[in-house]
């Protein structure tokens, strides 16, 4: 049977509506319309040359956020594909928390073009995602990170997914919390679980938002610690 045959009779079943605004999403098997797919503020202009935290004026010249400044990431650098806002917080929720995997679909195609924008020269040797502790994906049934790494991995080339890393302990949710909470709470929480072989290779990290960067800062510590080379981030959006 085609696909489009498919989705159509699926579509007559159990008819699909827009994660964002809850409207028709049309043809395709997507689960985001066209409407929202075009109103996502996709990030460009002044980025700190470092972790990707969007700057509201043009600065002219390379620009380094204060944080970055203050405090240099382990990571090389973190790049993310638009900001966290309607319609895309309301697609991420959905994915996140509504048990929508299949919005992985909707989603992957913006992480790959920010990739693809950002990482072109780069050479990675391995994708890998923030993990979840096991009661969290236990309670959810999947790591959301995770379905976004493996849905990246099956694109043209890209490098396959290493389950390099393991939360070691459960944490409380990042919400609400300062930007020198968020380190805290997150520090040693993460553990390599393949120090041979992340030694000497460069790895893409991915995870759904960056807020203040302290989760991915945290998984990159630990991964250079074992002997990563590089290690550069990239996230659907930007909190």
């Given amino acids: 049977m085609q696909l489009p045959l498919l989705h159509h009779l699926l579509d007559l079943v159990y008819p699909r509506t827009c994660a964002a605004c809850g409207r028709e999403p049309g043809r395709g098997g997507r689960h ?43 990571f090389d650098l973190a790049r993310s594909a638009a900001r966290y806002r309607r319609p895309l917080n309301a697609v991420l929720q959905a994915f996140k928390y509504r048990s929508m995997a299949c919005l992985a679909a909707d989603l992957t195609p913006l992480l790959a073009a920010c990739v693809g924008v950002h990482y072109g020269r780069v050479r990675f040797d391995a994708l890998t995602y923030v993990p979840l502790h096991r009661l969290k994906e ?15 991995s099956r694109l043209n080339g890209f490098p396959p997914v290493a389950n390099c890393l393991r939360r070691v302990r459960p944490t409380p949710t990042q919400t609400g919390l300062s930007a020198f909470q968020r ?38 510590r630990v991964l250079r610690k074992a ?3 590089g290690v550069y981030v990239a996230t659907v959006a930007r909190g």
């Fill in 138 to 152: 236990r309670e959810r049934t999947y790591n959301q990170a995770g379905l976004l790494a493996r849905a990246l």
């Fill in 227 to 229: 002997g990563a080379s």
């Fill in 32 to 74: 985001v319309c066209w409407d929202c797919r075009t109103r996502m503020d996709i990030l460009g202009g002044a980025l700190c040359r470092v972790c990707g935290d969007p700057v509201e004026a043009e600065t002219g010249h390379a620009f380094t956020c204060s944080s970055c400044a203050g405090h240099r990431p382990h």
């Fill in 183 to 220: 380190r805290a709470n997150v520090r040693d929480a993460f553990r390599v679980t393949m120090p041979e072989w992340i030694r000497g290779r460069t790895v893409l990290l991915i995870d759904d938002v960056m807020t203040t960067g302290a989760t991915v800062n945290e998984c990159a």
